[in-house]
């Protein structure tokens, strides 16, 4: 069974500094991975995504992630926070079941706070 | 515009009143699905469908019912709301039965059961 942990429910930082949110998997299979955000008051939005090509992943507003099998891990940074990247991030596996359809499980989320 | 419409956004409402959140997208997905969101919980799964009239339980599905009579709509069904149902409540979907993870969620319908 696939699972996902993300190291941190909180993570702090000031304005024009590095962020780092970091997320653990278990999957059985090549899972694809992806990182999703939530402002406050809305919905999910895609961030980014992996599913086995470069394992270094860009995404919107200059966030990236890399893909560590040795590691099992898919941390999202990001060069220099900016305070509207103050919200809510997800970490999800996507993992392929016997039937042919897939499965998605989503960490219990990171929320970000910027300060400025 | 590519959108997933959720109604209500905000319901407040009473213990045992049946009550239907709707869900409608407009970009001829196959597969939508309805989760909940609480506070050091993260998102669980209640139902899912991967097309008409193929439905399926998800993580969470007790006290709930789905339908999926036409491709766009997916009302989650709450038969007799209770107080441990309050909560935030996400409509999703996804292009293709094969769910490739690229989900777009609708703005959230927040529940609460008095």
């Known amino acids: 069974a696939q699972s996902v942990t993300q190291l941190d429910s909180h993570v702090s930082v000031s304005e024009g500094t590095p962020v780092l949110l970091r997320c653990n998997y278990s999957s059985?299979?090549?899972?694809?991975l992806f990182w999703y955000v939530q402002h406050p008051n809305k919905g999910l939005q895609l961030l980014l995504k992996y599913t086995s090509a470069a394992t270094l992943v860009k995404g919107i507003n200059g966030f990236e992630a890399e893909f560590k099998k040795s590691e099992t891990s898919f941390h999202l940074t990001k060069p220099s926070a900016h305070m509207s990247d103050a919200a809510e991030y997800f970490c999800v596996v996507s993992d392929l079941m016997a039937s042919g359809y897939s499965t998605l499980t989503f960490g219990k989320g990171t929320m970000l706070l910027v300060s400025p | 515009e590519a959108q997933v419409t959720q109604n209500p956004r905000y319901l407040i409402t009473v213990t045992g009143k049946k009550l239907t959140v709707t869900c409608s997208q407009n970009m001829n997905h196959e597969y939508m699905s309805w989760y909940r969101q609480d506070p050091g919980l993260g998102l669980r799964q209640i139902y899912y469908s991967m097309n008409v009239e193929v439905t399926d339980k998800g993580d969470v599905p007790?006290?709930?019912?789905?339908?999926r009579k036409e491709k766009r709509n997916f009302p989650l069904i709450l038969e007799s709301p209770s107080p441990n149902q309050t909560s935030l409540y996400f409509c999703a979907s996804s292009l293709g039965g094969r769910l490739t993870g690229e989900l777009f969620f609708g703005e959230g319908s927040r529940l609460t059961v008095l």
């Open chain 1, 28 to 32: 059985s299979y090549s899972p694809s």
């Open chain 2, 62 to 67: 007790e006290g709930y019912k789905v339908s």
